[in-house]
């Protein structure tokens, strides 16, 4: 059994930073990618980011430039360090693990941003 757990959201002002941080736990055979998502109040779940366990990546049009994803395949973990933030950033973020016979996703991290 696999459990995707997601940490490092909080509250920050417009122009701030924060890093999310990923991990699968449980019985990984082989990582094939891992990726963020997040879900704003009354809007669909949409794509942030995501890398597969060779470094490959790919970013939303409205984070590039301002967020990276990065893959320690080691810890099963990545990471979305998050820079000029502003409140459209607010939603709940969700991490995907895809893996031999897995594709699991984590409860969420809140991020608010204020202006």
């Known amino acids: 059994q696999v459990r995707v757990v997601e940490s490092g959201g909080g509250l920050v002002q417009a122009g701030g930073s924060l890093r999310l941080t990923c991990t699968a736990f449980g019985m990984i055979f082989r990582l094939d990618a891992m990726g963020w998502y997040r879900q704003a109040p009354r809007k669909e779940r949409e794509l942030v980011a995501t890398i597969t366990s060779g470094g490959s990546t790919a970013y939303a049009d409205s984070v590039k430039g301002r967020f990276t994803i990065s893959i320690d395949n080691a810890k099963n973990t990545a990471y979305l360090e998050m820079n000029r933030l502003n409140p459209e950033d607010t939603a709940v973020y969700y991490c995907?693990?895809?893996?031999?016979?897995?594709?699991?996703w984590g409860q969420g991290t809140q991020v608010t941003v204020s202006s």
């Open positions: 995907n693990v895809v893996a031999t016979r897995t594709d699991k």
